[in-house]
């Protein structure tokens, strides 16, 4: 076993991290005392110290805890650990603990337990056992929040407000009566009449007309297909309640303590029920949790998409990487360790991406309950183990890169990518059930990484004033102004591309007659009359020997130019890649899912033109992204192969303490971050 050395800590001035007052990145871990005796308390922290941890998450489960009883308050093992967190240097994360109802709220109120689609209870025994309308949750919860904050609100060792955890992770749509009430309140609001309602709903469609507002309920467990505006309603009006939930419990904060406040977002494959673009302004910083997803063919990747899509809720500025695993998770099939190396990729590649902290979730594995075979920093293993001797590396390195803190990543190019869009563009009744919104903002987004270009993702309608390209992946429903944001940007001299099954809908979910894909035609030069789906593992030949898949249309050209044509099926000769020239600028329409390869060549050819440079030349396998302070560049070349990777950047690497001059080579699964001072180099 490799000795342990107790980790020296920056030395001010450092740039501070999200606005934390804490010098440096944030580098921590979630803690749940109240698993353990008190007597592991002190090991914990000394332990902690030596990982280099400096913000630690507490009573984030603590409510049964913290108020056993009825509206009586122990906070008296709380005081403990934060005290004995404050006197070795660490930061406090506090959970306002509402996470998790107790069972003797459940008992007394099961009026507050949630109901599914089918009008099942969801019943107590695991977690977030609560339905985001319900007023007696609420108040309940709002009084915990209350009696926390008098206590801590102005506690030195406090950096920041958690409040609840992860929203919405299992409780986002609850299909109970008080949340038919609420849904109707919500609908009142948005359309003020019953007619309003009617007409944005198309109801006169299978006699599903409304005269009276109560008449109208969630959307329920049907015997056939439900109405798809009734549903797209639904998943914004359940993100909006759980958005003024995290509301109400900010304002009880915001009465009494000026520390900030935010929550776990989970900005995800696997969860999308949360539009977190209408979330993000209401949070005083951003904080993600990412877990790699081992069912994804590439799950780093998807890692790197989840980070710069949060950089993008964080409107570019630094954000906070709230949870991810050192190891293993517990909630897959199959649980798969990380290889030697892969946490620290994992967490770099977070930081790389514009993270000023990454933190663990736990920092000690539990032995009971479920999550028992889940990672932690302080595995069962203990410190003689492979996980914890990383966690101490990971954190020695993340104590070197305080100089990272509050430096930015800039992009030319910037994805569209739109909550409202996916749950409108999977749902049923559709031309493919294959198609998923999410697998086409990813093949577009790794076509790119593979290429090295990073790309902003951001919402629909944000301006895109600064970048080169616009990338817009089946952008189903998109309202009229927010389409076109894009179609100026094009006009004024941009450039974009824009892949089927784009443009359909308006906000609605009303179909853009006179020709797909509607809100796009004429930025796009094209029209098109019929789609063609593709069957699972069916494939249509290209003129340029690629191939397409998933997708074809009969398409005709209306201004642009055909750049490549179906080669072969009923189609061939009509264009499934177009090129226009609009205004200043040039529209690409991509009318099937191009092969990744030839994917990657199309991209070139577009990215060249429309002036995006690249970072540097990348090898396959790596990942190549920059942040950039006043003074410096600093460019993280992330080795994800088992092969050396050589790469040609000058400057000095932060993880091997070395000056690079022109040619350095990268150890299979290592990284390298390499300052530069931009007026030398
Ligand atoms: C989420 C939760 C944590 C824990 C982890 C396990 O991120 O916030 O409490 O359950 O998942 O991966």
Redesign the pocket.
Known sequence: MTSRTLVTYPEPPLPSAVGLGTAGLIYGC?YNPEQWGPATWSEDVALMREAGINLVAIN??GWSHVEPRDGEFFFDDLDTVIELLQSNGIGVNLGTGTSSPPPWLSTRHPEILPQVADGTTRWPGGRQAWCPSSPVFRDRALRLVEATVQRYGSHPAVKLWHVS??LG?HNALCYCDVSAAAFRRWLQARYATIEGLNEAWGTAFWSQRYSDWDEILPPRATLSFLNPTQNIDFSRFSSDELLSYYQAEAAVLREHSTIPVTT?F?VTAHIRTQDYWQWAPKMDLIAN?H?LDNRLDVPHRELSFSADATRGLASGQPWLLM?H?TSA???QPLNRAKTPGEMMRNSLTHVARGADGVCF??WRASVQGT?KY?SAVLPHAGVDSRVWRESVELGALMGRLGEVAGSTVHADVAIVFSWEAWWAADFEAHPSSELRYLDQVQQLYEALWSMGVTADIVKPGAALDGYRLVVVPSLYLVSDEDAAVITDFVAGGGHAVISFFSGIVDADDRVRAGGYPGAFREVLGVRSEEFYPLGTDETVSLSDGSTGSLWSELLHLTGAEAWVTYADGPLAGVPAITRNAHGRGVGWYLATAVDPAALIGLLATITAEAGVVPIGTVAPGAEVVRRRSQERDYIFVLNHTDQPIHHEFRGFDLVTQESVDGFASVAPGGVHIIRQDRKTS
Do not use: G, K, P, T
């Open positions: 979630d984030i489960f955890n992860e992770c776990n989970m949790d877990y949870e695993s998770v517990n909630w979730f736990q999550e889940h």
